[in-house]
Antibody
Framework: QVQLQESGPGLVKPSQTLSLTCTVSGGSISDGSYYWSWIRQADGKGLEWIGRINFIGSTNYSPSLKSRVIMSVDTSKNQFSLKMSSVTAADTAVYYC??????????????WGQGTLVTVSS | DIQMTQSPSSLSASVGDRVTITCRASQNIRNYLSWYQQRPGKAPKVLIYAASNLQSGVPSRFSGSGSGTDFTLTISSLQPEDFATYHCQQSHTTFVFTFGPGTKVDIK
């Protein structure tokens, strides 16, 4: 079955760029049936969807984060990535990658990676 | 933007109890709603999609209902492994997915 694994620095300085990669195993990221999303969760808070990308690089971003987020895909490595610029302490969170599933206009996320904690601090 | 609320924010229950969690949308989202379970320190796992469809592999004690603005997740007989936080998520707004704040279920 498909598994996802996040990787990247656990500590980022304020005003710098957060960079994370999600590696997909057990399936191909080039499967045109799916989009691939990033979701985050600050400590003790709810989940926040960041954006999504498909295998040809078509993206949708959360309006609240759109100005700071860029996603990319590397089909040769079966990976997709997140870059978030100008980070502040408010961006400290566990970051998850997940696969989108769709049925008509219903979208949900399954499966998820285990998550990676990113702390923004000097 | 569509806002999602959940009630209660937390509850205490015993094994075997029937538990009901409510999710409310700020506008009509038809049946574009999913439910997730998140155990401590773990990633969320989908339980229900399209408001009432049980995800494959999820025990039948979980059920979802509702449409429009009001939705319910019911656990018919709470099991020890069900103590977790439950999140709802809407997908009515095209490609702007939002989650509720979560409901924590702990042991009485």
């Amino acid at each position: 079955q498909v598994q996802l694994q996040e990787s990247g620095p656990g500590l980022v300085k304020p005003s710098q760029t957060l960079s994370l990669t999600c590696t997909v195993s057990g399936g191909s990221i080039s499967d045109g049936s799916y989009y691939w999303s990033w979701i985050r969760q600050a400590d003790g808070k709810g989940l926040e969807w960041i954006g999504r990308i498909n295998f040809i690089g078509s993206t949708n971003y959360s309006p609240s984060l759109k100005s700071r987020v860029i996603m990319s895909v590397d089909t040769s490595k079966n990976q997709f990535s997140l870059k978030m610029s100008s980070v502040t302490a408010a961006d400290t969170a566990v970051y998850y990658c997940a696969r989108d599933k769709v049925d008509g206009y219903n979208y949900w996320f399954d499966p998820w990676g285990q998550g990676t904690l990113v702390t923004v601090s000097s | 933007d569509i806002q999602m609320t959940q009630s209660p924010s937390s509850l205490s229950a015993s094994v075997g109890d029937r538990v009901t969690i409510t999710c409310r949308a700020s506008q009509n989202i038809r049946n574009y709603l999913s439910w997730y379970q998140q155990r401590p320190g773990k990633a969320p796992k989908v339980l229900i999609y399209a408001a009432s469809n049980l995800q494959s592999g999820v025990p039948s004690r979980f059920s979802g209902s509702g449409s429009g603005t009001d939705f319910t997740l019911t656990i018919s007989s709470l099991q020890p492994e069900d103590f977790a936080t439950y999140h709802c998520q809407q997908s009515h707004t095209t490609f702007v997915f939002t989650f509720g704040p979560g409901t924590k279920v702990d042991i009485k």
